[in-house]
């Protein structure tokens, strides 16, 4: 009786555990597979206006998960730029973002030749 009691016990704080941990994304590649909705949430409303677009412009909700051709150009870009900043822009302590070409804008506009 008292081991049963402890095994719910224990089953129960499992639970608890598994529900309230890091959210369980279903395919993170470039951001860390662990990062808090609300961080992701932050990230993802920032690309959103950096191109002037909503979710389902590289989404198809309400499956956020699913890959599209322009979720797969997104990572793309998010490598590029983690590239950029890491390799040139950290010694100057700069850094880009999604903005800084994209301007409100999903195609950058070209600057007049
Ligand atoms: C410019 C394209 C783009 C826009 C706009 C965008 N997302 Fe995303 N989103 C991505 C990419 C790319 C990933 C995957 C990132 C990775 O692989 O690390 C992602 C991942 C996600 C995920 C995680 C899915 C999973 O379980 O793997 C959620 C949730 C999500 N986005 C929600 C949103 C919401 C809500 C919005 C609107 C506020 C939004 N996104 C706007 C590109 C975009
Ligand atoms: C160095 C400049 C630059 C930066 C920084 C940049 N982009 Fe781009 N992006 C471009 C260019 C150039 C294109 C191609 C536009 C075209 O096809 O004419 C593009 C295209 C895209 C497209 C496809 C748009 C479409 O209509 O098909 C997506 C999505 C995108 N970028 C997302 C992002 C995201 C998300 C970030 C930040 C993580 C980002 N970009 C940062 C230059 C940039």
Sequence with gaps: MRLRSLTTLLGLL???????SAQEWKDLQVLPRNISKADLKTIMKAQSKALGVDCDFCHQMP????????????????????????KYLL???????????????????EVAK
């Design 14 to 20: 499992l639970l608890f555990v598994g529900t309230t």
């Design 63 to 86: 499956t956020p998960e699913k890959e599209t051709a322009k979720k797969k150009t997104a990572r793309t870009m998010m490598r590029m730029v983690n590239d950029i900043n890491a």
């Design 91 to 109: 010694a100057v302590q700069s850094k880009t973002t999604c903005a800084t070409c994209h301007r409100g804008k999903a195609k950058p506009d």
